[in-house]
């Protein structure tokens, strides 16, 4: 057995974090060139063996949580922002049994109940945001602009925290809540992720918010129980009632700290999805257009307003669903994935091997990297995989169904993914909420509150790139969520109704 190859670098400890850093997609697509489907790459001194391609995602996310750890890999970032005893912070099977306690809460009559919420929200914010005066026009053939992260960003926090976090935070959201939300935010970036602890200002303002931010959670939970009033459609009144296999309820403090994770983990993944969509709505006025016609052949009245939107009616949107798979293709809001290796665990020889008698092993010590990004846009697997193109999806038959069947291996042979490959196993090339035991569980609730924010948006305004620019922004990888680089404006116009 052998070590997998070394990505060449001049500097140690340094190796490649910069190439990394600023473009991990061009940085792995060169590797991949010289090394193949598997390599190790430095990153301020730890070893990290990225594994690409759909047999590389399977490798990194289908493997045992005794060899591969995501604790290990992230508690050192989460733990300060979503606080002790959740997630990362304990043993596998306990964040297990956490994840299933949020599962109980995403159910469909709290998804029945929140699909008119996020409606409501979004007209409110339409009405009355400064950014976005689209009422405050007079004239309908205006042109008005705002930048598109910014406001995607607000509709997510307030759609987010009327629906999932529950009314207290969403009054919060006016207040206090915001100030805690934006100084914890700001000890959740790669810098946090490489250096645990530095004696910078913005951990300080991290820890503390995130003790104030805890404690408001705890306030709500003790208001709650003391008033009796908990059952409302939201998580905190579903972990409430749950309790561990052990018979034990969750403590107040476990429910914050829940609650604080699925804030951080829904916001930035939704508000960046909703940015990319809405600039390529914007950038594609025929598939814009499509969009609008779907909305109005589903919901429209003869008099051209809308009836409201409904959980059930959101289910058959062929349009709007493509739209949004096609956007989370091109821009997965989470561009690597990694695990920290606890023992020596051998590569298949299916997904790489030094020679046809030997194989490669991940040693105890390193990091694995799995990069749904790349297969989500390699060449060797889907047709013009840099044309956003919605269109791939809508037809079993069609582009991307097919690109599954005839998928070329490195060898030329014929790999057979099939469609439930794409969102059930762990060996596929579309990936985008991750797979195995640490898979995405707000999926259906994110493709709700996109579907809904963005067919709101469209049903009362037109999106344009801004005049001269005829690209979409570049990817910005220097936070955690990959978003469009600046300027990344949106022009809009009122719809005729
Ligand atoms: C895990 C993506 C929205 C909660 C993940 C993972 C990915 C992902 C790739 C796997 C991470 C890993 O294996 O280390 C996304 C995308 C979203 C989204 C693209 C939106 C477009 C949400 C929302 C919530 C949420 C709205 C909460 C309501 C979680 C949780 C996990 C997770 C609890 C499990 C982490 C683990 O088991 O280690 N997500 N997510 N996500 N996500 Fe999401």
Known sequence: ASLPPEVFHWIPFVGSSIAYGNDPLDFFFKCREKYGDVFTFTLLGRRVTVALGAKGNNFVLGGKSTAFSAKEAYTHLTTPVFGKDVVFDVPNEIFMEQKKFVKVGLSTDNFRAYASMFEQEVDDFMRSDQAFTIWQMNDINEWGRFDVTDIMAQITILTASRTLQGKEVRSGLDKSFSTLYNDLDGGFTPLNFMFPNLPLESYRRRDEAHKKMSEYYTDIIRKRRESGHSDEPDMISSLMDQKYRDGRPLRDHEIAHIMIALLMAGQHSSAASGSWTLLHLAHNVEVQEALYQEQVNHFGNPDGSFRPMTYDGFRKLPVLDSIIRETLRMHPPIHSIMRYVRSDVPIPATLAAPSQDSIYVVPKGYYVLASAAVSQVDPRIWANPMKWDPTRWSDPEGVAAQAFKTYSGENGEKV?????????????????????????????????????????????????????????????????ITMPKKPRNICYRRRRF
């Open 416 to 480: 057979d993914y099939g469609f439930g490959a794409i969102s059930k196993g762990t060996e596929s090339p579309y990936q985008p909420f991750g797979a195995g035991r640490h898979r995405c569980i707000g999926e259906q609730f994110a493709y709700l509150q996109l579907g809904v924010v963005i067919s709101n948006i469209i049903r009362k305004v037109e999106v344009r790139l801004e005049d001269g620019i005829t690209e979409i922004p570049a990817h910005n990888y220097h936070s955690m």
